[in-house]
């Protein structure tokens, strides 16, 4: 056996893509006990050849419990682990990063400037370290919704949604920016009309933590008032919820990049997890804003709601959307017009997410 | 390259491991032909599996586990199986009964773990992984999980630690290293994100998500161009990439935005075309197309 290990240890050597060659020397690694090699020949086979289910099998078999190391490893034979346990696809070493080992590595400049990188934020990290515990909000996207041609809800007095969203937003950003260690992006800037698709890859193009959308409300019944706030779920709180989600999303029958689909593997599991805490983190960050924006503004209380919002729904983070009053009502659109009620609005939405970035996390 | 197997030593090699390999790794007393069988019973549901025919595969792992209750594979298997159809509560029973009865079967406990992660029931699965750590303090697996759940929880630098560890133990997995970038970008380190999203792509060059959040990386550092080649290599590895598409309409309709507010209405023109390429209702470029359209009647 020590023979066959040898000559085909060499074989490896000489053509070190063949999959058989890998296959036979996990057999062979297999047979003298040598699980930790076996392991890295097995998933070595299966990664050059897909249709190996032999090798993928013993991969999946031997990793079932702890391998234990051996002390005779060429270099390389020591990496075991393809993360999710799901024999899905082998690691490989033909990566310079895979096995240092092999070769001597000379570091690119985008490595030396990563280091550097690095090197910095342990400084920073080292000089203020964050003991608390909760999700982390340092980067915000501020959504002004509607814009352009798309006016959004209209008031009898002719006062226009896009209007008191971009100047909420775009007072809101003003303040937040002056906050510490928080950045503060904007979808728009100006009265133009932004896709609901773009609006949510502006908060995945910086990575935010929370993305905040801001609008008005209208309805057919002129008595209705009041300000509510709103969260992502796959179903609507109420028929009212519904409604208001119905309005926000008309724009996707514009849209095409709705789209749904596929199977179930770990990173799926991975995403609905993810997905399931950024809402429920969402939601603690409506209810906040809700009882503060409810605290300070003239407008009733109409409470935090949850629905299927597109703009909310394909944010990678956290993502609410403010209602701040009833342009179709006649009080709150006057209010709603004056730079005093938008300023006021801004300012408490800028404090309480400012405080929800400082405190202890959600 | 298959001249190697025409040498002699290769052969002798070949002829030495004429051995059954299966039996090595269960030992049985004496191989006789319905272990042969079943031993081919469980390639074939595991060939079945990998090959995603899950609902063949699981009626033979279920067929096999009847004879052989205790069989932790052919029970991982079938628990494996019914996660990926959702039958979460049978799978999370199966890998259970695995757990009971085999202290340092990991592989069950990671998916236990992961399955109280599904539930969102976050404590439960943190002790899963660390008791994982605990049997198997070398388990990369159990790192990355915990590193995930930092990452959910926006905690960058513990994020970082556990894909790190992950990979000191020896993971060189793709979603560790594309993990690992995103959890630099949460953390405003976007040269240590553009490495490991490169890192990625190096072992998986059609790593859709990599190319994509690559794409932003490079885009924010100015690289529009080279961000935009990446969206379209993900186009042309998955025409339908709603991502890729959503981000190259993006980045059209601003340009075509600045162009037009420049006064360029050529090159607005230009751009929001390109724009319908990849969004083809996209509303804003059909307003503004049509708006120059109706400008240029007026000129006339």
């Given at each position: 056996m020590d023979e066959a290990l040898a000559v085909l240890r060499q074989a490896a050597g000489v053509e070190p893509e063949n999959d058989f060659v890998h296959g036979l020397l996990g057999r062979?690694?297999?047979?003298?006990?040598?699980?930790?090699?076996?392991?890295?020949?097995?998933?070595?086979?299966?990664?050059?050849?897909?249709?190996?289910?032999?090798?993928?099998?013993?991969?999946?078999?031997?990793?079932?419990?702890?391998?234990?190391?051996?002390d005779d490893l060429l270099p390389g034979e020591g990496a075991l682990h393809a993360v999710t346990p799901n024999a899905t696809q082998p690691s490989s070493t033909d990566s310079p990063y895979a096995s240092p080992g092999t070769t001597p590595h000379v570091p690119t400049d985008l490595e030396r400037l990563a280091r550097q990188e690095e090197e910095a934020m342990a400084e920073r990290l080292g000089a203020h370290p964050s003991g608390r515990s909760g999700y982390r909000i340092r980067r915000v996207v501020l959504d002004a919704g509607h814009g352009g041609f798309d006016s959004g809800a209209v008031g009898a007095g002719g006062l226009r949604e896009k209007d008191v969203n971009l100047a909420v937003a775009v007072r809101c950003a003003e303040l937040l920016s002056r906050t510490p260690g928080l950045r503060v992006f904007l979808t728009r800037t100006a009265d133009y009309y932004v896709p609901l698709s773009a609006r949510t890859a502006v908060a995945n193009q910086y990575s935010a933590d929370l993305f905040v959308s801001f609008h008005c409300n209208a309805s057919t019944n002129r008595e209705a008032q009041g300000m509510e706030t709103y969260s992502c779920s796959e179903g609507a709180s109420s028929k009212e919820a519904l409604r208001v989600a119905q309005f926000e999303n008309s724009v996707l029958k514009y849209d095409p990049a709705v789209s749904g689909g596929g199977g179930v593997d770990i990173e799926d599991l991975l995403f609905r997890y993810e997905r399931r805490r950024h809402w429920q983190a969402a939601a603690m960050t409506a209810a906040t804003l809700q009882r503060t924006l409810a605290g300070v503004l003239p407008f009733p209380d109409r409470g935090i709601h949850a629905a299927d919002f597109y703009v909310l729904r394909k944010a990678r983070m956290p993502a609410i959307l403010l209602e701040t009053g009833f342009l179709s009502n006649g009080a709150e659109e006057r209010l709603l017009g004056t730079p005093e009620q938008q300023a006021r609005i801004a300012v408490t939405v800028a404090d309480a997410i400012g405080r929800l970035a400082g405190g202890g996390g959600l | 390259m298959r001249q190697l197997r025409s040498a002699f030593p290769f052969l002798l090699a070949l002829l030495v491991l004429a051995i059954p390999a299966w039996g090595t790794v269960q030992p049985v007393r004496t191989v006789t032909s319905a272990q042969e069988q079943l031993e081919s019973r469980i390639l074939q549901g595991a060939d079945l599996h990998y090959r995603g025919q899950l609902d063949a595969a699981r009626v033979i792992f279920e067929e096999v586990v009847v004879g052989q209750p205790n069989n932790e594979f052919c029970l991982n298997q079938l628990a494996l199986i019914n996660a990926k159809q959702e039958r979460f509560e049978v799978a999370a029973a199966l890998f259970g009964r695995v757990a009971a009865q085999s202290p340092d079967n990991t592989f069950a406990r990671i998916w236990l773990g992961v399955l109280h992660l599904q539930r969102g029931e976050t404590a439960e699965a943190q002790a899963r992984f660390a008791e994982v750590l605990r049997v198997d303090p070398g388990n990369a697996g159990a790192c990355y999980f915990l590193g995930v759940m930092a990452a959910v929880e926006h905690d960058g630098v513990s994020a970082v630690r556990w894909f790190r560890k992950a990979q000191e133990l020896g993971s060189d997995d793709p979603e560790t290293h594309y993990r690992l970038a995103q959890a630099f970008l949460s953390m405003d380190m976007p040269l240590n994100a553009r490495l490991e999203f490169e890192r990625t792509l190096a072992i998986n060059p059609r790593h859709t998500k990599a190319l994509h959040d690559l794409g932003w990386v490079l885009y924010n550092q100015g690289f529009g161009e080279e961000a935009k080649a990446l969206w379209q290599r993900v186009l042309s590895l998955n025409p339908d990439d709603a991502q890729a598409r959503t981000s190259l309409a993006k980045v059209h309709n601003d340009a075509a935005f600045a162009a037009y507010e420049q006064g360029n209405r050529e090159k607005a023109a230009a751009l929001w075309k390109m724009t319908l390429q990849y969004e083809h209702d996209n509303k804003a470029a059909r307003y503004y197309l049509q708006k120059l359209d109706r400008q240029a009647i007026d000129s006339e």
């Amino acid at each position: 056996m020590d023979e066959a290990l040898a000559v085909l240890r060499q074989a490896a050597g000489v053509e070190p893509e063949n999959d058989f060659v890998h296959g036979l020397l996990g057999r062979a690694f297999l047979a003298v006990g040598k699980n930790r090699q076996a392991v890295f020949h097995f998933r070595r086979a299966a990664m050059l050849n897909t249709d190996d289910t032999y090798s993928r099998m013993m991969v999946d078999l031997l990793t079932q419990r702890p391998v234990p190391a051996e002390d005779d490893l060429l270099p390389g034979e020591g990496a075991l682990h393809a993360v999710t346990p799901n024999a899905t696809q082998p690691s490989s070493t033909d990566s310079p990063y895979a096995s240092p080992g092999t070769t001597p590595h000379v570091p690119t400049d985008l490595e030396r400037l990563a280091r550097q990188e690095e090197e910095a934020m342990a400084e920073r990290l080292g000089a203020h370290p964050s003991g608390r515990s909760g999700y982390r909000i340092r980067r915000v996207v501020l959504d002004a919704g509607h814009g352009g041609f798309d006016s959004g809800a209209v008031g009898a007095g002719g006062l226009r949604e896009k209007d008191v969203n971009l100047a909420v937003a775009v007072r809101c950003a003003e303040l937040l920016s002056r906050t510490p260690g928080l950045r503060v992006f904007l979808t728009r800037t100006a009265d133009y009309y932004v896709p609901l698709s773009a609006r949510t890859a502006v908060a995945n193009q910086y990575s935010a933590d929370l993305f905040v959308s801001f609008h008005c409300n209208a309805s057919t019944n002129r008595e209705a008032q009041g300000m509510e706030t709103y969260s992502c779920s796959e179903g609507a709180s109420s028929k009212e919820a519904l409604r208001v989600a119905q309005f926000e999303n008309s724009v996707l029958k514009y849209d095409p990049a709705v789209s749904g689909g596929g199977g179930v593997d770990i990173e799926d599991l991975l995403f609905r997890y993810e997905r399931r805490r950024h809402w429920q983190a969402a939601a603690m960050t409506a209810a906040t804003l809700q009882r503060t924006l409810a605290g300070v503004l003239p407008f009733p209380d109409r409470g935090i709601h949850a629905a299927d919002f597109y703009v909310l729904r394909k944010a990678r983070m956290p993502a609410i959307l403010l209602e701040t009053g009833f342009l179709s009502n006649g009080a709150e659109e006057r209010l709603l017009g004056t730079p005093e009620q938008q300023a006021r609005i801004a300012v408490t939405v800028a404090d309480a997410i400012g405080r929800l970035a400082g405190g202890g996390g959600l | 390259m298959r001249q190697l197997r025409s040498a002699f030593p290769f052969l002798l090699a070949l002829l030495v491991l004429a051995i059954p390999a299966w039996g090595t790794v269960q030992p049985v007393r004496t191989v006789t032909s319905a272990q042969e069988q079943l031993e081919s019973r469980i390639l074939q549901g595991a060939d079945l599996h990998y090959r995603g025919q899950l609902d063949a595969a699981r009626v033979i792992f279920e067929e096999v586990v009847v004879g052989q209750p205790n069989n932790e594979f052919c029970l991982n298997q079938l628990a494996l199986i019914n996660a990926k159809q959702e039958r979460f509560e049978v799978a999370a029973a199966l890998f259970g009964r695995v757990a009971a009865q085999s202290p340092d079967n990991t592989f069950a406990r990671i998916w236990l773990g992961v399955l109280h992660l599904q539930r969102g029931e976050t404590a439960e699965a943190q002790a899963r992984f660390a008791e994982v750590l605990r049997v198997d303090p070398g388990n990369a697996g159990a790192c990355y999980f915990l590193g995930v759940m930092a990452a959910v929880e926006h905690d960058g630098v513990s994020a970082v630690r556990w894909f790190r560890k992950a990979q000191e133990l020896g993971s060189d997995d793709p979603e560790t290293h594309y993990r690992l970038a995103q959890a630099f970008l949460s953390m405003d380190m976007p040269l240590n994100a553009r490495l490991e999203f490169e890192r990625t792509l190096a072992i998986n060059p059609r790593h859709t998500k990599a190319l994509h959040d690559l794409g932003w990386v490079l885009y924010n550092q100015g690289f529009g161009e080279e961000a935009k080649a990446l969206w379209q290599r993900v186009l042309s590895l998955n025409p339908d990439d709603a991502q890729a598409r959503t981000s190259l309409a993006k980045v059209h309709n601003d340009a075509a935005f600045a162009a037009y507010e420049q006064g360029n209405r050529e090159k607005a023109a230009a751009l929001w075309k390109m724009t319908l390429q990849y969004e083809h209702d996209n509303k804003a470029a059909r307003y503004y197309l049509q708006k120059l359209d109706r400008q240029a009647i007026d000129s006339e």
